[in-house]
């Protein structure tokens, strides 16, 4: 089984728009962490976000936030007043247990921010 | 912010021959480093878990003897990949983990080396 989802290869957002990049996971371990990187075209990740398992609140980063809904194990990441410079990949990723800090990814969405 | 940097940032080699990749932690100290690959399209891979002054742990299915990793400084790890084949051809990326008070050790992702054997 796939241990993190990302189910859309592709969206597209209007300029200062919102949109939501979903992502499922799939754990047993009650402690894990979270994580949303972006990938722009020149292939550097660039974190974005982290959500615990263990918090009780929505994390949030400027623009970035994560709707994390423990009970369905989704954590989609939302994004405010989309820009063009937006445009890139986007992975989720999954730290499974406490005493590891090896990554999970998904496949990944391609989000390209129009005009 | 922690600054990763990895060198070349590209390479064309001929098949049989290998290559070295060298990822640095400018401005901090990481005695983890990981070491990931990407096919085009595709995800992330963890390849293998750095670990300075001791062996590399490989992922399963990671040939240990054909991706040779060695992490001999806290700034420093390197892959070298011996008698690359066109089938080596990817994205290899690294990161470093940095230690910060947060409940997260964060990972900060070098540019990544793109391999083309040829």
């Known amino acids: 089984a796939q241990k993190i989802t990302q189910t859309q290869p592709g969206m597209f957002v209007q300029e200062k728009e919102a949109v939501t990049l979903d992502c499922t996971y799939d754990?047993?371990?009650?402690?894990?962490?979270l994580f949303w990187y972006k990938q722009p075209s020149s292939g550097e990740m660039i974190f974005l976000i982290y959500?615990?398992?263990?918090?009780?609140q929505n994390a949030t980063e400027g623009r970035y936030s994560l709707n994390f809904q423990k009970a369905r194990k989704s954590a989609n990441l939302v994004i405010s007043a989309s820009q063009l410079g937006d445009s890139a990949m986007y992975f989720c990723a999954m730290r499974e247990g406490i005493n590891t800090d090896k990554l999970i990814f998904g496949t990944g969405t391609r989000l390209q921010v129009f005009p | 912010g922690a600054v990763v940097s990895q060198h070349p940032s590209w390479v064309i080699c001929k098949s049989g021959t290998s290559v070295k990749i060298e990822c640095r932690s400018l401005d901090f100290q990481a005695t983890t480093m990981f070491w990931y690959r990407q096919f085009p399209k595709q995800s992330l891979m963890l390849m293998a878990t750095s670990n300075e002054g001791s062996k590399a742990t490989y992922e399963q299915g990671v040939e240990k003897d054909k991706f040779l990793i060695n992490h001999a400084s806290l700034t420093l790890s390197t892959l070298t990949v011996t008698s690359a084949h066109p089938e080596d051809s990817s994205f290899y990326i690294c990161?470093?983990?940095?230690?910060?008070?947060?409940?997260?050790?964060?990972?900060?992702f070098g540019p990544g080396t793109r391999l083309t054997v040829l």
């Open positions: 990161s470093a983990r940095l230690f910060r008070d947060r409940a997260y050790n964060e990972q900060f």
């Open positions: 959500q615990g398992s263990y918090d009780q």
């Open positions: 754990t047993s371990d009650p402690s894990y962490g």
